[in-house]
């Protein structure tokens, strides 16, 4: 039985700087018709913008603001808001996405209620350019129903691709037992997810946009994307967690396949240069050794790297 005195949400939004942003969330926030939530902001900036922001905004049922000192840091600040949380359900949500419509936690709720079995939900999303709140033609982004069955089947099939989105998209179940990954910037959420999932959390699926991600060249993601030194330790350190029998799973394979081809990763010893000391799998030795042989311009030929790659995958040895 719910507890009476407990929060359906707690909404945890890591701030840092950037109070035109947070005002917008917080306005989207302010106009869902779904009110049994609580607001926690963990705030990590240098200056009071954002406490000054907050100090306007009365309307919300509980708030719980707290400045971190020194700042946390990514994902560390998400981690502190969350645990705070009293809700039924964790809503984390970055200072710079925002609620598409007014129903949209009323939406998650029923989502809730309609999936019993569910502790972890996700919805659709749309991409918008975060500076001038225009949604971006064609950028509606659904999961393909393969890739949904896929992942619910094997999450850490998500390595191929993060069928789920950012953070902002999803709630789950507040175990006070999940947290994100302080060592990961890169593949933080999907690492979360895959962690989450694999510890028996059921995943229901909103075919509708309810979160508008904004799009900036400043994210994070942004910056560490093809960076030897942040992707190759990261992948590493999942493929520690999870195991090498995944890289059994051709869509797991598949993964290290684009990773190494688009890090124009020749040699073992390149890994160990970007950061990685452990021991490389042979079925990853044998996936460079085998990309060697062929250009880069080869490689990025789209069915002529799908071909390549099912080539070496049913190779033996």
């Known amino acids: 039985m719910a507890d009476p005195g407990r929060p359906f949400f707690s909404i945890c939004i890591p701030a840092y700087k950037n109070p035109g942003y947070l005002k917008r969330l917080l306005d989207s926030l302010a106009e869902q018709t779904f009110r049994d939530f609580e607001l926690i902001i963990s705030d990590d900036s240098p200056d009071e913008s954002i406490s000054e922001l907050i100090a306007g905004y009365i309307m919300f049922p509980s708030v719980v603001y707290f400045k971190n000192a020194p700042a946390l840091g990514t994902p560390a600040n998400w981690n502190a808001g969350i645990r705070k949380a009293r809700g039924e359900w964790i809503k984390l949500m970055h200072d710079d996405d925002w609620f598409a419509s007014p129903k949209s936690l009323e939406l998650f709720a029923k989502a809730v209620k309609a999936n019993k079995d569910a502790s972890f939900i996700f919805s659709a999303y749309k991409n918008v350019n975060a500076e001038d709140d225009k949604v971006e033609p064609g950028e509606l ?56 999932l694999n510890d028996g959390g059921k995943v229901s699926y909103i075919d509708e946009p309810l979160i508008n991600i904004g799009i ?36 797991v394979f598949d993964a290290w396949w684009r990773l190494f081809r688009n890090l124009k990763i020749r040699s073992v010893a390149e890994i160990e240069e970007a950061g990685y000391k452990g021991v490389v799998p042979a079925v990853l030795q044998k996936m460079i050794a085998f990309q060697k042989r062929f250009s880069y311009t080869t490689l990025k030929k789209g069915p002529v790297s799908k071909l390549l790659m099912m080539i070496c995958y049913i190779m033996p040895g």
């Open 216 to 251: 900036s060249a400043l994210q994070v993601t942004k910056s560490s994307s093809l960076v030897r030194e942040v992707e190759i330790p990261e992948h590493f350190h999942i493929l520690e967690k999870t195991g090498t029998t995944h890289l059994k799973n051709l869509l």
């Open 141 to 196: 982004i659904r999961p393909e129903s393969f890739r949904l069955k896929q992942t619910m089947k094997n999450p850490v099939s998500l390595l191929s691709k993060n069928i789920i989105g950012p953070p902002s998209v999803t709630i789950h179940k507040n175990d006070q037992q999940h947290f994100y990954d302080p060592a990961l910037k890169w593949l933080v959420d999907m690492d979360f997810y895959i962690r989450f």
